[in-house]
């Protein structure tokens, strides 16, 4: 009963986007080409949806951070103190990630920040220009 009810409370706050998003969608999608926020810009439906897509990755995979970081500092200062630091520093951007990941999912409804910007950057955790 309790996730009726918040699956209720959720399509209500939606409802409000729908009629913008379908108002103010743009003529500018070809046959075949994928539907992302990057071509519907003023579709604050998909805008949303991004938003609360971007929120369960980073809680869901917001743990990766930490052998992330213990890697690069590892590489970066070239000894055993990189182990350690990159452990507490990854900890840190882990907390920071799942922060970011909820406060997302609870606010995918609301364009806060402007037009559903991202809160933390990189979405990912990297960046594919970042790989090696």
């Not at 209500?12 to 009629?19: E, N, S, T």
């Not at 994928?34 to 805008?47: G, H, K, R, T």
């Amino acid at each position: 009963m309790k996730s009726l009810v918040i699956m209720l409370c959720c399509a209500i706050a939606c409802l409000p986007m729908v009629g913008r998003a379908q108002a103010g969608e743009k003529e500018c999608v070809q046959k075949g080409e994928w539907i992302n926020s990057n071509v519907y810009e003023d579709n604050a439906f998909v805008l949303a949806f991004d938003k609360l897509g971007r929120g369960v990755v980073n809680t869901a995979f917001g743990v990766v951070e930490i052998p992330k970081q213990i890697a690069k500092r590892a590489l970066d200062t070239g000894c055993a103190s990189g182990y350690i630091s990159g452990l507490f520093v990854g900890t840190g951007y882990f907390v920071l990630r799942e922060m970011a990941g909820i406060y997302e999912i609870v606010t995918f409804p609301i364009p806060i920040p402007e037009h559903y910007a991202p809160v933390i950057d990189p979405l990912l955790g990297y960046r594919p220009s970042d790989v090696e």
